[in-house]
């Protein structure tokens, strides 16, 4: 299960409708409890490096990746994955997705509908990235 509290909800979100009809693309960091239950605290907005049409493409411009990674180590946090949105469709984990996942982390996917916040959800790919699981998520 992965939390997300309120802060760093609030950035993704707003990350997500500011980049709409664009999709937008972040790290998360925060901790893993004892049982698995992954807590995000810090959410960091990136820039979508992507050269291509952004509307349904993504790729964190690896600066902003290694900053995250910074912050993380120096806040006392882990990367515990990545947020991008789905501007005017569903928040489900595409094949391009899958492909370009790292295995183990939480990858949170935002609907924004004509600008506006509708549905997330999160997933976890395999090791061999042919499955992503959906992960219980709460926000």
């Given at each position: 299960?992965?939390r ?5 909800w ?9 980049a709409?009809?664009?999709?937008c ?6 901790s893993?409890d ?6 995000v605290s ?8 992507y ?7 993504f790729?964190?411009d690896?600066?902003?990746?290694l ?31 899958l492909?370009n996942?790292?295995?183990?982390y ?6 924004i509908?004509?600008?506006k916040?509708?549905?997330?959800k ?8 042919t499955v ?8």
């Amino acid at each position: 299960m992965i939390r997300i509290e309120p802060d760093a909800w609030t950035v993704m979100v707003d990350h997500a409708r500011t980049a709409f009809p664009k999709e937008c693309c972040g790290v998360m960091l925060g901790s893993e409890d004892a049982d698995g239950t992954r807590a995000v605290s810090v959410a960091i907005p990136c820039r979508n490096a992507y050269e291509g049409d952004q509307k349904d493409r993504f790729l964190i411009d690896p600066k902003d990746q290694l900053g995250a990674d910074r912050k993380a180590r120096e806040m006392g946090l882990t990367v515990l994955g990545f947020f991008h949105s789905h501007p005017n469709e569903a928040s489900y984990f595409s094949a391009t997705d899958l492909k370009n996942s790292w295995p183990w982390y939480s990858n949170v996917v935002l609907s924004i509908r004509d600008g506006k916040f509708s549905e997330a959800k999160s997933f976890i790919a395999n090791d061999t990235q042919t499955v992503a699981d959906p992960e219980p998520l709460s926000f």
